[in-house]
Nanobody, 114 residues
Framework: QVQLVESGGGLVQPGGSLRLSCAAS????????MSWYRQAPGKERELVAA????????NYADSVKGRFTISRDNAKNTVYLQMNSLKPEDTAVYYC???????WGQGTQVTVSS
C-alpha cells in the first residue's frame, strides 16, 4: 500500500524559510523519481520540483528556481523541499508524489503572509 505523508508546513512571513518532508512507503523508494507539487486556491496543481531516484538530477519550476531545493534520503525513504525567500504567491498546499504512480498524500499547508 502506497503511503505519502507530508509534513513541515505552516505560517511564515515573506522572506522566511520552511523545510517540508515527505515520508514514503509501499514502493521501492530508492529507484523512484520523486516530486513536489503545489495547489493554490482556485488554481490547478503544478509541479514545483523533481528529483531522480539516486538524487543526481533535479528540476525546478521557473517560479522557484534559486529559492527551493529538493533533496532525498533513500536510507530514510524521505524526500525534502527546502524553501527559502518565500513569497506570498508560494502559499499553497504542497504534495509529494512518486512520478511513476498516481497516489497523492494529504498535503501540507504553506501560508506566506505578514
Amino acid at each position: 500500500q502506497v503511503q505519502l505523508v507530508e509534513s513541515g508546513g505552516g505560517l511564515v512571513q515573506p522572506g522566511g524559510s520552511l523545510r517540508l518532508s515527505c515520508a514514503a512507503s509501499g514502493f521501492t523508494f530508492s529507484s523512484a523519481p520523486m516530486s513536489w507539487y503545489r495547489q493554490a486556491p482556485g488554481k490547478e496543481r503544478e509541479l514545483v520540483a523533481a528529483i531522480s531516484g539516486a538524487g543526481g538530477t533535479t528540476n525546478y519550476a521557473d517560479s522557484v528556481k534559486g529559492r527551493f531545493t529538493i533533496s532525498r534520503d533513500n536510507a530514510k525513504n524521505t524526500v525534502y523541499l527546502q524553501m527559502n525567500s518565500l513569497k506570498p504567491e508560494d502559499t499553497a498546499v504542497y504534495y509529494c508524489k512518486n512520478l511513476w504512480l498516481t497516489y497523492w498524500g494529504q498535503g501540507t499547508q504553506v501560508t506566506v503572509s505578514s
